[in-house]
């Protein structure tokens, strides 16, 4: 009899060792599996954004935008120069000659805040403000008060409404399946517009009367509005997904406007407006 028990001990053996060796990977899994889970999604979390990259595209191509500019107008050549070139002089040369006011004196700073809505990849409409004052001091010698030259002050100053469109030569970005959008490096532009500004030239100071050749003080206005268009181009740099620098050069013509009490002639108000800043989108 006990041999008959004694017998299968081997085979009892065999199998414990079999359900041992089936047991310890199923115990190593589940230990490997536990160590993917909650905790290690929790540790991920308790990490710092800056340790997670952010994506460098947006969810959809972006339709607002929203800018700020500063620049250099260059006045145009048949502006407020030819008006008063005959009668106002600004200091002397060297040789202590008579200097007439430059062509240039009336080129000025002008600042721009533009915004606008994306049609296309291609279109954008666009709207912007670009307000300009220059303020030109002048003397005229051949006139004395007081032993002294008579001085003026002339001061040119606008504010122009404008609206056109911006054609991107090739697309500001690109759409990766449905839903993201990567930004171009760089993308350039040109466009057109109309515009509508309001205005005022104004000088005081001193002045001849020309019947009996007397000095007297005076202040001359005319203001009022006047319609513009123009033509653009530039470019757009990218500096992060939503954050561009932007350069433009904007030739602009402008409906001719009368000078003081229609005594000096029509003006031009036009110029080259030559401005870079920073453009948001949205």
């Known amino acids: 009899m006990w041999s008959n028990m004694i017998a299968p001990m081997p085979a009892v053996r ?3 060792a079999a359900c041992l060796a089936v ?3 199923m115990t190593s899994g589940g230990t490997a599996f536990a160590a993917d889970g909650p905790e290690a999604q929790a540790s991920a979390a308790a990490q710092p954004p800056s340790a ?8 959809g191509q972006p339709r607002g935008f929203a800018g700020i500019s500063a620049g250099w107008l260059r006045a145009s050549s048949g502006g ?3 008006v ?4 106002l002089i600004s200091g002397v040369d060297d040789q202590g000659e008579f200097v007439p006011i430059s062509r240039r004196a009336y080129d000025t700073a002008l600042f721009r805040v533009a915004a606008g809505y994306s049609i296309n990849p291609r279109v954008d409409l666009v709207f912007d403000v670009t307000p300009a004052e220059t303020v030109v001091p002048s003397e005229y010698r051949e006139f004395t008060e007081g032993g002294r030259p008579i001085i003026q002050s002339t001061q040119v100053w606008q504010i122009p409404l404008n609206a056109g469109v911006r054609y991107w030569l090739a697309p500001r970005g690109r759409s990766i399946g449905q839903l993201a959008w990567v930004p171009s490096t760089v993308a350039f532009h040109v466009g057109a517009g109309l515009g509508f500004r309001w205005y005022r ?3 005081f100071g001193d002045f001849v009367r020309e019947a009996d050749l007397s000095i007297h003080s005076d202040r001359l206005r005319s203001e009022g509005r006047a319609f513009t268009r123009h033509v653009a181009a530039g470019v757009s ?6 954050i561009f620098v932007v350069a433009d050069a904007r030739r ?3 409906q001719p406007v009368a000078g003081f009490a229609h005594s000096f002639g029509d003006i031009d108000l036009g110029g080259l407006h030559m401005t870079g800043g920073i453009e948001f989108v949205f």
Not at 84 to 87: E, K, S
Not at 237 to 242: A, E, F, L, N, W
Request: a positive charge; aromatic letters at 18%; glycine letters at 4%.
């Open 52 to 59: 997670r990259s952010r994506p460098d595209f947006l969810f």
């Open 14 to 16: 065999l199998a414990l």
């Open 237 to 242: 740099v990218k500096i992060s997904r939503r």
């Open 201 to 203: 030239l104004e000088q």
């Open 252 to 254: 602009v013509w402008s």
């Open 23 to 25: 047991a310890a990977p």
């Open 80 to 82: 407020v120069f030819d």
């Open 84 to 87: 008063f070139r005959g009668f």
